[in-house]
Each structure stands twice: as structure tokens, then as C-alpha cells.
């Protein structure tokens, strides 16, 4: 069937978000979902399955994680269709690969040690693999534990080399393919809040086809909240929403990739909405629903009364996912993997404008649900605006997960607020903020070429804006910085294709048609001091509701288009779509630079935006 909506020509969505406007279909066996009368189902089976719990023993859990292919089935957007493919997967110790890697707990002040092994095969000859870019070794790898605060650097056990939250290999670098290997140590802070966390690949100009893929993994950090005896007696379920994306013969246009396969990054830059359920013909992916830990809507059995703990964590690289469970509340406790004393309740959105549980890709959030009456339920993402303004996206509704009560009395309760929270997360107040100086800086999100610029315009734009920042910062710090704001400039001036003053003009980028160029991960660099407190505005001059992450500090969210909002800590925020150059979107959070010194990134976790170069370098220099 020929989406008959589509623009001209969908390859090129990361350069035209038009594109973006283009026609989603969804398949009619979704829309007709309802819920089914529970004395039908007898003996409900559950079918929800999740990856193993490994646990930190005396202080310490050390594991070896494998890359390595996994040949199998999965499910498409119809449940009883499953497709052979070969895709990235974690296994562990003596385990083979599977859907995703193991789930790996630890509390504050325990020691998490991965030996990551890459057991995929040598990277493809540079001249026969089609994405002509520097940045793109699909087998290379290396490893990433979003969220957690913990370590960047390299330490040396003078034997040999281990690693932090390190990522930010340069292109000669990485885990080599074919039996490279690197010791990853994270020692987590005593403090470190309680919460759900992940761990995934992010070599640059890999990690979109390498997540996209099954390559991720739950790092649980338990504390006191745990401990709660509600919490305790509640079974603890965990959601990896996965949309691993595979080509199928079905199409007519694999762009070389073998059936079942992810091997170009075409496969996921032209796939605008990583939506390509049902239809073929498109030019496209056509199968890429929503797994629950690699399963396609399982059944999870609960008794009436009982209480769950369910974690939720959006692997996904594009899609936002919006969460409702039909006739219930969710009972939001952290949202990412930082805890709040009191619930934000989130009852069935269908009854209130669709305002499910909102998560990016890379957010995650903890939940308790009290099981009602006897029935079947449906856990749903509902409809989703991923872009508004110039070009208009909303992502379909679908059903994630069927929840069937019993008719077995369980009583149990939900543990009554205030929960314990980390001392970590105490807000981040003006007073606080202005005693350590009140640097304020501008970082800027914007596809090149995106939206038509018009280079005669003349009102003063998110960019202008930003390099007045910029200025204002570099007249306070080093040499350094002043090197970065040229490069700033040349960033700012390619991006816009507009001159700037002082700086090396670019022409507009111009795509190719087929490959994709990528940016190296270190073209803008933000220096941090050491013990500073900063604040930051992400502008969002697209339509799209880009995805902003930074690792190794969380952000005590401020304000949402200039206006003040109830502060809240994250690691991952989605910007809010409908920007433009003359009015961007805008987030404002502050930061606490407070415990490590080194280099880490800020990025688009929609992957492949990162990939191609919505990226910058993070390095927080000793005072
Ligand atoms: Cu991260």
C-alpha cells in the first residue's frame, strides 16, 4: 500500500523536516483494541518476561557484558507474526546474547565493574559499506551508564587501563570489533539517589544503529526507598521499550541490508518516525512496533488489591512513548532515576487529554499501580506530539501490554508520602546559584537547513542570541574558551549558512542523496569549572520536540519557554516542539559540577541526530 501523504522524498528527513509531516499508518487491528470481559480468560497465562536481576554481593558486582550478533525472532506490530533477524545484542558471563542485557543492581557506595568484550565481527571495508562516513564503524563499541553520576575519567590499576563513564573515544578509538575489550568500573556515590538507569552503547556515529538494535541494559540503584516494606512486598516489574528497527524483503528499498538486518544507517535516518508499522512500500522499514523486553504486548497477570513497582525505561532512539493504563493511576515516584518525596498521579489519560507518562527516548520513570476490579486492561502509549508548527508529527496511539486482574483479594498499600529521597536532590535555589557566581550559558539544537532559512532576515535569532552568551562567557574564562567560541561561530555560521562576523564562511551543507555526512563528536566544547553552579537554556529552533541529554550530572529543570515551572531533577528532557530560528522552544535547568573532573558529552538522544553531529563536548576542568 503506497502512503499516498508522503513528500517526495523521505531519505532526506534529517536535512528536510518536512518530512516529518509525512503520513503515518497505523494498523486497523490497533485501533480496535478494547477491553475484553475477563470471565472469558481462564487461567490467564502471563507472558511478560524481563531480562535477569544480578545483584551486587560485599560491596560489588562484576560481570562481563558480550556484544555479539543474536539470531532470532521477533515479533512485528501484529503479535503472531514473528521475523527472523540478526541484530547487536548483550549476553553475559557464560550467557549468549539476548533481547537485552542483564538488569544490574547496586546501591549508593557499592562498585559496578563491567568487562565489556565486543564479539561482533570486523567493521565492513570503508569503500564497500555505502554510509561513505568517517564516523560510522557499526561494529566498533563502547559503553555508556545514562544517567548514573558517577565518574568520566581513566584510572590506571598500574597493570592496565579502567574506565568511568568515558565516551568520548575519538574515531581511531573504541572497543575494536573481533575481541576488543575494556574494563568499565563505576564506583556509585554513597548519596547516589534511587532509581532506574541504563546502560547502552555511545560511540559516536554508531550509537543509533547499535541501540536501535537490542544493545541495552537496566542499572538499578537501590536505597532507602527500596527498603520501604510496601515497597518491598511489591513484585517489581521492568519495562525495556525497545523498537529494534530491521529490514524485511517486503520493501523496495532495504538500502542493502539483508533481511532481518541493521547495517546502514540509512535504515534508521530515513525511517522519520520510527513508525514503519504495516504498510510496505514506503520506501522504508515497515516493521518496528514496541517490544517489552523483546516481547510484543505480553500479558501481565495481577491479583485485585495487589501493588506492583514497575519501571519503565524508553530505550527506543527516535519515539516518545505516552503512557496510561485503562482504568487505573500510575503512581509516578521518580521520574528518570531521581526520586520526589510525594506521587505525580497519572489516572487514565484517555479520560484527561491524553496526558499519559511522557518519555523521550533515553527517559524512564517508576510507577506503583494498584490493581482495581477484576477485567482486562490495557497498558497504552496514546497519540504523541513529536512536532508542531512548520511541520506537524503525532505519533499513533498503540498497545504496549495487556494487564489481567483476578479475582484473588490481595491486600496491599501503596507506602504513604513523603518517601525518602536523597539529599543529592536538594533544589537548587537562587540564593545557592548566585553565591557561586550565576553563570548562565546557551547551547542551540537545529538541523541544518532545515526549515528554508531566509538569510535576509534580520530579528535577532536563537543564534545571535546564543553568541552574545557565548561572548559574555568567554570574557570571563581562558584562552581556551575563546578558541571554542570561533569554533562556536563556524558551528553556528555552517549551521545557519550565514556569515559570521569573524569567522570561516560555509555554504549550506548539501546532502547527498544517499550517504550521510557525519560531525565529529568535539566541534563545540563547553569548559566547566570544577564546584561551579551554572544555568543553561536549550533553545529548539525545529518543529521536532528534540531530546536533550547530558551524561554524569543531573539537571534541576527551571523553566520551560522562559516561564517558570514546578523544578524538577531529569537527566533527559524533551524540548518543546514548534521552534523556530527567530523563536526557539527553550528548557532552562541548573547544574551542580560538583564531584568530577573530566570529559563526557551533551547529545540528542534521538540517536541518530547525535550521530550525524548534535553533539557537544562537556569538560569540567579542577578550579
Ligand atoms: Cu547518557
Not at 480496535?32 to 472469558?40: D, I, K, W
Not at 515516584?333 to 489516572?347: A, C, F, L, R
Not at 501490554?401 to 483479594?409: E, G, L, R, S, W
Not at 534541576?556 to 530560528?581: E, M, R, S
Amino acid at each position: 500500500m503506497e502512503n499516498k501523504n508522503l513528500p517526495i522524498n523521505r531519505r532526506h528527513f534529517l536535512r528536510l523536516s518536512a518530512t516529518l509531516a509525512s503520513g503515518i499508518v497505523l494498523p486497523t487491528s490497533f485501533t480496535a483494541c478494547s477491553r475484553e470481559n475477563a470471565s472469558n480468560l481462564v487461567n490467564p497465562k502471563q507472558t511478560f518476561v524481563q531480562p535477569t536481576m544480578l545483584e551486587a554481593k560485599n560491596g560489588v558486582l562484576d560481570i562481563t557484558l558480550t556484544a555479539s550478533y543474536l539470531d532470532t525472532q521477533l515479533a512485528g506490530a501484529d503479535p503472531s507474526k514473528q521475523y527472523a533477524v540478526s541484530l547487536r545484542a548483550y549476553g553475559y558471563d557464560t550467557k549468549g546474547p539476548s533481547y537485552s542485557g542483564p538488569t544490574l543492581i547496586v546501591k549508593g557506595g557499592e562498585q559496578l565493574r563491567i568487562k565489556l568484550v565486543n564479539n561482533l565481527p570486523v567493521n565492513p571495508p570503508f569503500l564497500a559499506f555505502r554510509d561513505l562516513t568517517n564516523y560510522m564503524k557499526p561494529n566498533t563499541t563502547n559503553l555508556h551508564a545514562h544517567g548514573l553520576h558517577v565518574d568520566p575519567g581513566i584510572y590506571s590499576d598500574h597493570q592496565s587501563l579502567e574506565y568511568g563513564d568515558y565516551v568520548v573515544d575519538p574515531n581511531t578509538g573504541g572497543i575494536h570489533p573481533a575481541g576488543g575489550f575494556r574494563q568499565y568500573v563505576y564506583q556509585i556515590p554513597k548519596d547516589h539517589p534511587a532509581g532506574p538507569f541504563y546502560y547502552h552503547p555511545q560511540y559516536h556515529g554508531s550509537s543509533a544503529i547499535q541501540v536501535a538494535s537490542l544493545m541495552s541494559g537496566v542499572i538499578m540503584v537501590r536505597g532507602p526507598v527500596d527498603d520501604l516494606p510496601e515497597m518491598t512486598q511489591a513484585d517489581e516489574l521492568i519495562f525495556l521499550f525497545q523498537a529494534p528497527y530491521f529490514a524485511s524483503s517486503k520493501i523496495s528499498n532495504n538500502y542493502g541490508a539483508k533481511d532481518g538486518s541493521l547495517e546502514k544507517f540509512s535504515q534508521i535516518a530515513n525511517h522519520p518516525t520510527g513508525y514503519g508499522m504495516g504498510s510496505s512500500g514506503q520506501g522504508n522499514i515497515d516493521i518496528q512496533p514496541v517490544l517489552i523486553n523483546g516481547v510484543r504486548q505480553p500479558t501481565i497477570v495481577m491479583q485485585s488489591g495487589e501493588v506492583q513497582r514497575w519501571r519503565f525505561i524508553n530505550t527506543q532512539v527516535f519515539n516518545y512513548l505516552n503512557l496510561s493504563l485503562d482504568g487505573h493511576t500510575l503512581h509516578q515516584y521518580t521520574i528518570d532515576g531521581w526520586g520526589s518525596s510525594t506521587y505525580q498521579d497519572y489516572p487514565d489519560a484517555r479520560q484527561n487529554n491524553d496526558k499519559g507518562i511522557l518519555l523521550a527516548a533515553g527517559n524512564r520513570s517508576s510507577v506503583l499501580v494498584k490493581a482495581g476490579e477484576p477485567g482486562t486492561y490495557l497498558l497504552r502509549s496514546l497519540p504523541a506530539k513529536l512536532a508542531q508548527g512548520k511541520q506537524v508529527v503525532t505519533l499513533p496511539g498503540d498497545v504496549l501490554a495487556k494487564v489481567i486482574v483476578v479475582n484473588t483479594k490481595k491486600i496491599m498499600a501503596i507506602p504513604p508520602a513523603p518517601l525518602p529521597v536523597s539529599s543529592f536532590l536538594s533544589p537548587i535555589a537562587d540564593q545557592e546559584f548566585a553565591s557561586a557566581g550565576g553563570k548562565k550559558r546557551s547551547i542551540i539544537f537545529n538541523l541544518a537547513g532545515n526549515e528554508g532559512l531566509d538569510p535576509s532576515r534580520n530579528a535577532p535569532s536563537a543564534i545571535d542570541r546564543a553568541l552574545a552568551d557565548a561572548k559574555a562567557i568567554t570574557s570571563e574564562i581562558t584562552e581556551l574558551a575563546k578558541k571554542n567560541i570561533a569554533l562556536a561561530k563556524e558551528e553556528l555560521s555552517r549551521m545557519s549558512g550565514k556569515p559570521i562576523e569573524g569567522s570561516k564562511y560555509y555554504p549550506p551543507f548539501i546532502f547527498p542523496t544517499y550517504d550521510y555526512q557525519l560531525q565529529p563528536a568535539n566541534v563545540i566544547l563547553q569548559n566547566v569549572i570544577l564546584g561551579a553552579i551554572e544555568e543553561w537554556t536549550i533553545y529548539n529552533c525545529n518543529s521536532i520536540s528534540h531530546v536533550f541529554h547530558i551524561h554524569v550530572n543531573p539537571m534541576y529543570i527551571t523553566k520551560v519557554n522562559g516561564i517558570a515551572v514546578d523544578p524538577y531533577w531529569c537527566d533527559t528532557v524533551a524540548l518543546p516542539p514548534g521552534g523556530t530560528q527567530e523563536a526557539p522552544t527553550s528548557v532552562t535547568f541548573r547544574m551542580r559540577f560538583t564531584d568530577f573532573v573530566g570529559p563526557y558529552i551533551l547529545h540528542s538522544q534521538m540517536l541518530q541526530y547525535s550521530d550525524l553531529g548534535m553533539v557537544q563536548r562537556v569538560t569540567v576542568v579542577p578550579a
